[in-house]
């Protein structure tokens, strides 16, 4: 196996020719429909909650900053996929930048969230079964018999994904509509049912927690969990129709949607609530299946039913999609060298990674088992979404800097968009507590380890390139050794809002680090390999 370090999107894969078996018929609507399917899953039903537990009206804060950097990402992951429309590029787009290391800890990263978003999907479906079904869960978790269940259902939606994109692009567009319509009536009828501004005072004040809490519920809430997903046209734009066309509309309309019905979701857990319930603060607020337990408290029982069944259905519905387009990313994985070569196998009848998704479905089901319970899963998938938006933010401006700015997407725009998605990427990556970093940072090292092993049997110049992208190991370290030190779960030497404001300048110094790294790696490769040594180069780069 050897490594291509072409500019050239499909040069850049380990086995290119896998790239050209992909099925590229996806239009507008459907990676619209897709994108939708993907983001509004368990998140809507318990995000708001968990947001309004954790920092009470301050989570319109925690919205308003998730909001941000999702919308400064999407412009990122739509620009990379206008000039390099391939799939798995949320993986392949940061080693083609900025070198192996870079691509070795974020595929790793992006294979760790492949492996657990459909675990955190299929956990949110039994949990809500639990109302029909008392004996899948125990507490807080799932029961053992819960879990098997869980799996099963992995196992069911990964059997629909293997029939190939089109059958299952048809069949989300049924999934998706009825998601849209629930979550819409769920805003207009609890707010029209119950609308109290003095839910505010009675709960200690807008911020009763205090700022940090508000900062922290943006990954420990499971917000920045809740926008997962929105990068999923761009990340299947090697099977859309028309990429340049198709993946920015898909994406810009989920996205306005999106941010618009979590703040009207967060608005119906913080006016709608009965005052009552907050003696103990917003702290104290204890609700099973929250949205349908509302529902109830307002005199609307037959619309909590139908919340409860679509609290079945909705993760179901992004089970189905997640496991396709998170297969993409152990596709794109493997591409980039990470995971064995097995794995960029795409099936010829049906044109889809069947491996990747088999192995993605293996590894999720260990995980269910092993934990059971979905704000778990949720809060620790965050950190590595985070660190993965990070180097996309890195990606989008040095690769925007090979062509000129009238060919991209961003066009003059890519570096604001790249900086600020990557100072915030930065944050959340430190807000989401030292309790979560001090597990993810060295899980990552894991990775890494498991490349250098590999990377030992390649060339010496392939084996030379580890030393650049040495910028995200600083990065990562800086970003624990604060974490140590600052409020979020540290020892709060560093008192706030201090912490967070070192923490926003080490971001801004690694950007401009990284981008100069990038930009160095990406002269490296045209000194190596000119479009004189490589005609399909010269073709892609003309």
């Not at 009207?264 to 929250?290: D, K």
């Not at 409860?308 to 519905?317: K, R, W, Y």
Request: charged share 10%.
């Amino acid at each position: 196996m050897t490594e291509m370090p072409n500019k050239a999107g499909p040069l850049s894969a380990v086995s290119p020719g896998e790239d050209l078996r992909l099925r590229r018929g996806l239009g507008t609507t459907s990676l619209a429909l897709i994108t939708f399917s993907s983001v509004i899953g368990s998140g809507w039903l318990l995000a708001p909650y968990t947001a309004a537990k954790a920092a009470g009206p301050a989570a319109f804060l925690s919205w308003t900053i998730a909001s941000i950097a999702t919308a400064l990402i999407s412009f990122a992951f739509i620009d990379l996929a206008f000039r390099h429309p391939m799939s798995g590029g949320n993986v392949r787009w940061p080693q083609l930048a900025s070198g192996p290391l870079v691509g070795t800890v974020v595929g790793w990263a992006v294979f760790l969230q492949a492996a657990s978003a459909g675990p955190s999907e299929s956990t949110a479906v039994v949990q809500y079964a639990s109302k029909w079904l008392p004996w899948v869960t125990s507490g807080e978790s799932l029961s053992w018999p819960g879990r098997l269940l869980a799996v099963a259902l992995l196992a069911f939606f990964c059997t629909l994904n293997l029939f190939g994109i089109k059958l299952l692009a048809k069949v989300n567009n049924v999934v998706a509509t009825i998601k849209v319509v629930i979550p819409v009536m769920t805003v207009i009828l609890l707010l029209a049912s119950g609308f109290d501004t003095s839910n505010v005072e009675t709960g200690g004040g807008v911020a009763p927690y205090g700022i940090s809490a508000a900062l922290t519920a943006v990954v420990g809430g499971g917000l920045v969990y809740s926008f997962t997903g929105i990068n999923a046209a761009a990340v299947m734009s090697g099977e859309a129709k028309n990429p340049r066309r198709t993946v920015p509309r898909a994406t810009l309309i989920v996205l306005a949607g999106t941010i618009v019905l979590y703040m009207g979701l967060q608005a119906v857990m913080i006016f709608s609530l009965p005052g009552e319930l907050l003696g103990s603060g917003w702290h104290g607020i204890n609700l099973q299946s929250p949205l349908a337990a509302l529902a109830t408290l307002l005199g609307l029982s037959w619309f909590a039913t139908v919340l409860l069944a679509d609290a079945v259905f909705s993760p179901s519905g992004s089970l189905l999609i997640g496991i396709g387009v998170k297969g993409r990313y152990t596709y794109g994985a493997a591409q980039n060298g990470l995971l064995p070569a097995a794995l960029t196998k795409v099936d010829r009848r049906f044109g889809i990674p069947r491996r990747a998704l088999l192995l993605n479905v293996g590894l999720g089901s260990v995980i269910v088992l092993a934990f059971g319970n979905w704000k778990t899963i949720a809060s620790s998938l965050s950190f590595y979404y985070g660190l993965s938006y990070a180097a996309v933010s890195v990606a989008v401006t040095v690769l925007g800097a090979s062509t000129p700015p009238e060919k991209g997407w961003l066009r003059k725009w890519t570096i604001p968009v790249g900086f600020g998605s990557f100072v915030l990427s930065g944050l959340i990556l430190y807000w989401s507590t030292w309790e979560k970093i001090r597990i993810a940072v060295p899980l990552l090292l894991v990775g890494f380890l498991i490349y250098l092993a590999r990377a030992k049997s390649r060339q010496g110049g392939a084996f030379r390139q580890q030393a650049v992208g040495g910028w995200l190991v600083g990065f990562l370290l800086m970003l624990g050794v604060l974490s140590v030190l600052g409020t979020f779960g540290g020892a709060g030497v560093i008192a706030a809002p201090y912490d967070s404001a070192l923490v926003g300048l080490l971001s801004a110094g690694t950007w401009w680090l990284a981008h100069r790294s990038g930009l160095r790696h990406q002269r490296s490769l045209e000194q190596a390999e000119t479009p004189e040594d490589n005609p399909e180069t010269a073709r892609s780069t003309a």
